[in-house]
Nanobody, 125 residues
Framework: QVQPVESGGGLVQAGGSLRLSCAASGRTFSSYAMGWFRQAPGKERESVAAINWSGTTYYADSVKGRFTISRDNAKNTVYLQMNSLKPEDTAVYYC???????????????????WGQGTQVTVSS
């Protein structure tokens, strides 16, 4: 099974923290770019963070300084640590696997090869 599997979503008050995890199968996990997208009701899916195989990270302006993406290649897992959460962060968060091309910024939906099923994050005010 190649599809990434997310966990860690839930309900949190504004100012709180959550950590999302994404487990992806494959012996070559370390070769792929990985990213997190989110989609709020009535809005388009947007890229919020990405990490390439070398560990370089990229963030959307809306989450920069609050979210941290990281990866543990030994565990085939990518994480999204979300701090200082705001109500506008409420969305379904999707883990995404990209290709082996070295990315120089956030991933686009078109560059995603596998999507996770999504996990709901709700931030109450």
């Amino acid at each position: 099974q190649v599809q990434p599997v997310e966990s860690g979503g839930g309900l949190v008050q504004a100012g709180g923290s959550l950590r999302l995890s994404c487990a992806a199968s494959g012996r070559t996990f370390s070769s792929y770019a990985m990213g997190w997208f989110r989609q709020a009701p009535g809005k388009e899916r947007e890229s919020v963070a990405a990490i390439n195989w070398s560990g370089t990270t990229y963030y959307a302006d809306s989450v920069k300084g609050r979210f941290t993406i990281s990866r543990d290649n030994a565990k085939n897992t990518v994480y999204l640590q979300m701090n200082s959460l705001k109500p506008e962060d409420t969305a379904v968060y999707y883990c995404a696997r990209g290709g082996t091309v070295y990315i120089m910024g956030l991933m686009t939906s078109g560059s995603v090869t596998y999507w996770g099923q999504g996990t709901q994050v709700t931030v109450s005010s």
